[in-house]
């Protein structure tokens, strides 16, 4: 900015940077979508085209910020969006982080919506308001997901017992009389014995929501063009899936999601010499000469202790790791997988 007299205005600014050293989720919710729903005649009590858009939106706003967002959930109107405990993304400026991402995630839904809908627009601006929370371990992110998603359930539940009475000809407020002060074992009985409807055979997405989150798959390139032996690297691409992330299943599955370990560089076992370099499918006659000595490697556990992948035991691996170098590895780890709690 050019200097001038007018530049002291800039004092009234206040600093809103982030707690360092938390993870930050960002949520972007949709204001006033009961009636953008009805105006655009979306299906009840789901809309899967609708839920798809969401989706696509989704995906857009991590593909923009891969180096920080590592994983998002959604379900309705809808998604949170998890940045990694050391994202300095804007230098943690919560104005900045929240506007980017709502900004990016609204029009993506204008410029999606033809994709989905037979209108080349929505009638009118859809919109969107986001939130920044920091949470400080691994245990308050799973317990915010789980959170989210027991949410997605409930509501889903309710929803699909309202709509499918309105749609027998009830008012929505007998509907809602109807309903009132029923609990889960209520509803699903309601559903099967007055509609055939089986809640638990309802699509995964309507009952579970979406999570978006990078699965990392490891590829060998055998020769560099820096140096002459093996080397695997770690390659990640987006997936989304419909499934529990309340049980320890999802977060033992992916481990890399909260932990954030560095990948780092593994050679093969069998080592060529740097001065010679061995062609490709030909054994190795000669080993690599020791540059400088290794300190030995630490005796393996015995076979009758094992580490559970706990939400603690997550929590300090990512502290311990923090200032490392980011990159893209693995840490292997020996778990004890808890059978996935349903929704």
């Known amino acids: 900015m050019a200097n001038s007299k007018y530049e002291y205005v800039k004092q009234f600014e206040q600093s809103d940077r982030l707690v360092s050293n938390t993870f930050l989720v960002v949520r972007v919710d949709g204001k006033g979508f009961h009636k953008f729903t009805r105006d655009h005649s979306f ?3 789901n809309d899967i085209k609708g839920l798809r858009l969401m989706n696509e939106c989704a995906m857009r706003v991590m593909a923009e910020f891969s180096s920080d967002i590592v994983a998002a959930y959604g379900q309705s109107d809808e998604y949170s969006f998890l940045l990694k405990r050391s994202s300095q993304l804007y230098s943690r400026r919560a104005s900045k982080i929240a506007t980017y991402i709502v900004a990016l995630f609204s029009s993506s839904y204008v410029f999606c919506w033809s994709n989905y809908f037979d209108t080349p627009k929505p009638q ?5 308001d986001a939130r920044v929370v920091c949470y400080p371990t691994v245990q308050n992110v799973r317990d915010y997901f789980s959170w989210r998603q ?9 929803n699909t017992c309202f709509w499918s009475l309105v749609h027998s000809g009830l008012t929505p407020a007998d509907a809602e009389h109807r309903l009132a002060g029923t609990v889960a074992a209520d509803k699903n009985e309601l559903l099967f014995s007055q509609f055939g409807i089986n809640y638990a055979k309802l699509p995964q997405i309507f009952r579970k929501g979406s999570v978006i989150y990078y699965s990392k798959n490891e590829v060998v390139t055998d020769y560099t063009t820096w140096e002459t032996r093996p080397v695997t690297h770690s390659k990640k691409r987006i997936v989304i899936g419909h499934e529990d992330i309340i049980g320890d299943s999802f977060w033992v599955s992916n481990p890399h999601v909260l932990s954030f370990e560095p990948i780092s560089i593994v050679p093969s076992q069998s080592q060529p010499s740097p001065s010679k370099r ?6 190795h ?15 393996p556990p015995s076979p009758d202790t094992t580490t559970a992948t706990t939400p603690a035991n ?13 990159g893209d590895a693995t840490q292997s780890s020996t778990t004890t997988t808890s059978q996935s709690q349903s929704s």
């Not at 009118?124 to 969107?128: D, M, R, S, V």
């Not at 027991?150 to 509501?155: L, Q, T």
């Not at 006659?285 to 005796?299: E, L």
């Open 278 to 283: 061995t062609p490709k499918n030909k054994p």
């Open 285 to 299: 006659s000669q080993q690599a000469p020791t540059i400088t000595k290794q300190p030995q490697a630490p005796p």
């Open 150 to 158: 027991a949410d997605c359930h409930i509501n889903n539940l309710y």
């Open 124 to 128: 009118y601006p859809p919109t969107f």
């Open 314 to 326: 997550l929590d300090s691996q990512a502290q311990s790791q923090q200032l490392r170098p980011e």
């Open 43 to 45: 299906v009840k009590p």
